[in-house]
T-cell receptor
Framework: AQSVTQLDSQVPVFEEAPVELRCNYS??????LFWYVQYPNQGLQLLLK??????LVKGINGFEAEFNKSQTSFHLRKPSVHISDTAEYFC?????????????FGSGTQLTVLP | NAGVTQTPKFQVLKTGQSMTLQCAQD?????MYWYRQDPGMGLRLIYY???????DKGEVPNGYNVSRLNKREFSLRLESAAPSQTSVYFC???????????FGPGTRLTVL
C-alpha cells in the first residue's frame, strides 16, 4: 500500500515570489512520482514526473521537483510565480497491479498567486 | 486528436436513478481509469481496465459498474444513484502500466 501527504492545503504567494509545495509519500517498494496541475473547471495535466535517474526533475511552466529518497519527499518548486500559476496541484505516487499502474493522489494544494 | 473525451459534462440525478458516463480516447492507449474527485480528498480510483477485455476494482468501487466496450471506450454506470455519489468524475488513459495518465475534462454529477 502507498500513500501521499500534501502538507499544505492552501498556499498564497505574491507574484514573482518563489514557491514550494510539499509532498511526502510512503511506500514499501520503489515508486514513480508525479505532479499534476488542475486549472479551474478542467481535467488534470502532467507537470513533471520522476521515474529514475537524476533526482532533480524539470517540468513545464518553469516548475521543478526534487526526489529525496531518504526523506521520502518530492517537493515542487518554482523560483518566480505568475498569476497564471493559480491552480490546484496534486502529487501522486504509482504502484503496480498487474500490468496497470494505479496512481495514489494526495489531497491537493491550492496555489493562489496574488498581484 | 481530441485526447480523452467525456460525456456528459454536467448531470443532475434524483436518488435511485441510473446513468452511464461515457469516456473515449483516441491515443490507442491500452489502459483506462475512472476516478472521482471530492473536495479535500484528491482523486480516488473507482475502477480501471489494464487492457481491452479486463476490468478491476480500485479504491472505491461500491455502487459502480464499468464496461470496457473496446480499446477506445470505457464507461462507468451508476445503477441506483445516491447523494454520496455527488462528485466530479474523471476518466484517464495511459499507454501501459507505468506511463503517464492523460485525463479527460470531467463530468460534474449531482445526486439530489
Amino acid at each position: 500500500a502507498q500513500s501521499v501527504t500534501q502538507l499544505d492545503s492552501q498556499v498564497p504567494v505574491f507574484e514573482e515570489a518563489p514557491v514550494e509545495l510539499r509532498c511526502n509519500y510512503s511506500s514499501s517498494v520503489s515508486v514513480y512520482l508525479f505532479w499534476y496541475v488542475q486549472y479551474p473547471n478542467q481535467g488534470l495535466q502532467l507537470l513533471l514526473k520522476y521515474l529514475s535517474g537524476s533526482t532533480l526533475v524539470k517540468g513545464i511552466n518553469g516548475f521543478e521537483a526534487e526526489f529525496n529518497k531518504s526523506q521520502t519527499s518530492f517537493h515542487l518548486r518554482k523560483p518566480s510565480v505568475h498569476i497564471s500559476d493559480t491552480a490546484e496541484y496534486f502529487c501522486a505516487v504509482s504502484g503496480l497491479s498487474g500490468s496497470a499502474r494505479q496512481l495514489t493522489f494526495g489531497s491537493g494544494t491550492q496555489l493562489t498567486v496574488l498581484p | 486528436n481530441a485526447g480523452v473525451t467525456q460525456t456528459p459534462k454536467f448531470q443532475v440525478l434524483k436518488t435511485g436513478q441510473s446513468m452511464t458516463l461515457q469516456c473515449a480516447q483516441d491515443m490507442n492507449h491500452n489502459s483506462m481509469y475512472w476516478y472521482r474527485q471530492d473536495p479535500g480528498m484528491g482523486l480516488r480510483l473507482i475502477y480501471y481496465s489494464a487492457s481491452e477485455g479486463t476490468t478491476d476494482k480500485g479504491e472505491v468501487p461500491n455502487g459502480y459498474n464499468v464496461s470496457r466496450l473496446n480499446k477506445r471506450e470505457f464507461s462507468l454506470r451508476l445503477e441506483s444513484a445516491a447523494p454520496s455519489q455527488t462528485s466530479v468524475y474523471f476518466c484517464a488513459s495511459s499507454d501501459r502500466g507505468r506511463d503517464t495518465q492523460y485525463f479527460g475534462p470531467g463530468t460534474r454529477l449531482t445526486v439530489l
